[in-house]
């Protein structure tokens, strides 16, 4: 009994070994002039609560820490494919007008609803559960970004 726990704990070791060899492919690209922060002029706090709560799931530049191991990757990697395919802060620069605005809107909301950033990352990332005072700078933020952006488009 004693010789088949052991066997079966090297089997599961060596079976979490071998899986490492097989990691989803790293979020990791260098930072464009299409990116939020080349397209617009943030101010820093709101630079640090999108880096610190949103960028990791919503760029092309995660932050990988030491529990990205298989099979955590994996459910990182979905995050990160889903989140990008919803919006993509470092594809700004591509999206027209009442995208930008749209989505201004919706980083506040869910922000505010506490859907964003999703609970499962706030979970391991403390500095990702946003206080009140930076919702509500956030939300200054992106409704006078998105008076100005209408402005602009309609003086065109
Ligand atoms: C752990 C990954 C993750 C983080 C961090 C994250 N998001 Fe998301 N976000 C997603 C995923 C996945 C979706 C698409 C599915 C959904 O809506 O739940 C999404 C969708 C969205 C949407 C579109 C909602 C809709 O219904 O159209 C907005 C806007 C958004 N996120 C804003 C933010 C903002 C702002 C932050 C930071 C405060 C943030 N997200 C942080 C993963 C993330």
Not at 33 to 55: G, M, R, S
Request: charged share 30%; aromatic share 8%.
């Amino acid at each position: 009994m004693r010789k088949i726990v052991r066997l079966l704990g090297i089997i599961f070791v060596l079976s979490f070994i071998v899986l490492q060899f097989f990691q989803p492919e790293k979020n990791k690209e260098e930072i464009t002039a299409n990116h939020i922060f080349k397209q617009e002029q943030v101010p820093d706090k709101i630079k640090t609560t999108l880096a610190e709560a949103c960028l990791d799931c919503h760029s092309n530049n995660t932050r990988y820490t030491w529990y990205h191991f298989m099979p955590v990757s994996l459910m990182v990697n979905k995050h990160v494919i889903e989140g990008k395919d919803e919006l993509n802060f470092s594809d700004w620069g591509n999206m027209d007008v009442f995208e930008k605005i749209t989505i201004l809107e919706e980083m506040c909301q869910e922000t505010e609803r506490s859907t964003m950033p999703l609970k499962s990352y706030r979970v391991i990332h403390p500095k990702a559960k946003l206080k009140n005072n930076e919702i509500a700078d956030l939300c200054d933020w992106t409704s006078k970004l998105a008076e100005e952006l209408l402005a602009k488009a309609i003086s065109k």
